[in-house]
């Protein structure tokens, strides 16, 4: 998980529930392997497109460290967290009440290690890839943007 530097501060969710808040926190997972840089993408439950690890806030937990707990559940990923967000995207988020708009922060994590089997694995596929070909893949025009930037490389380091 991250290491809470930089004025970091747990979210306090004493009175909101989780269909209150329209926030949620994404994992950018990323590794270099040969000189190369590469982001994990996993599979959405329902639909079956590529997204990254993201979910809602958590109690006592920084944004942060909810995106890193979310690539540890999602994608078998670990890693150390920043707690320097990268971006933000948005997407509407299909329910049975209507679509729930929804903006996402993203934050880095560097994986020191990959699973063999993790608590989604069944339900959800993983797959490293380029950054360019990780834009490509997703089907969210924002998070393809962010993944395009031409600064995200030096970013990720």
């Known amino acids: 998980?991250?290491?809470?530097?930089?004025?970091?501060?747990?979210?306090?969710?004493?009175?909101?529930?989780?269909?209150?808040?329209?926030?949620?926190?994404?994992?950018?997972?990323?590794?270099?392997?040969?000189?190369?840089?590469?982001v994990v993408l996993v599979t959405s439950r329902d639909s079956g497109r590529w997204i990254i690890p993201k979910g809602w806030p958590m109690d006592g937990r920084t944004p942060a460290e909810?995106?890193?707990?979310?690539a540890r559940e999602?994608?078998?990923?670990?890693?150390?967290?920043?707690?320097?967000?990268l971006g933000v995207f948005?997407?509407?988020?299909?329910?049975?009440?209507?679509?729930?708009?929804?903006?996402?922060?993203?934050?880095p994590v560097e994986v020191t290690a990959t699973l063999a089997t993790w608590s989604e694995h069944k339900a959800r596929?993983?797959?490293?890839?380029?950054?360019?070909k990780a834009?490509?893949?997703?089907?969210?025009?924002?998070l393809a943007r962010l993944l395009q930037d031409p600064t995200l490389p030096g970013t990720l380091r």
């Open 66 to 70: 909810a995106a890193a707990i979310e």
């Open 125 to 132: 596929s993983r797959r490293w890839v380029g950054l360019k």
């Open 90 to 107: 948005t997407y509407a988020k299909r329910r049975l009440a209507g679509d729930l708009p929804v903006i996402v922060a993203v934050f």
């Open 1 to 38: 998980m991250g290491r809470r530097a930089g004025g970091a501060r747990p979210v306090a969710l004493t009175d909101l529930g989780k269909r209150d808040m329209r926030a949620q926190f994404a994992a950018l997972c990323w590794r270099r392997r040969q000189g190369e840089l590469e």
């Open 135 to 142: 834009a490509r893949l997703v089907s969210d025009p924002d």
């Open 74 to 85: 999602e994608a078998g990923v670990t890693g150390i967290a920043s707690e320097r967000c």
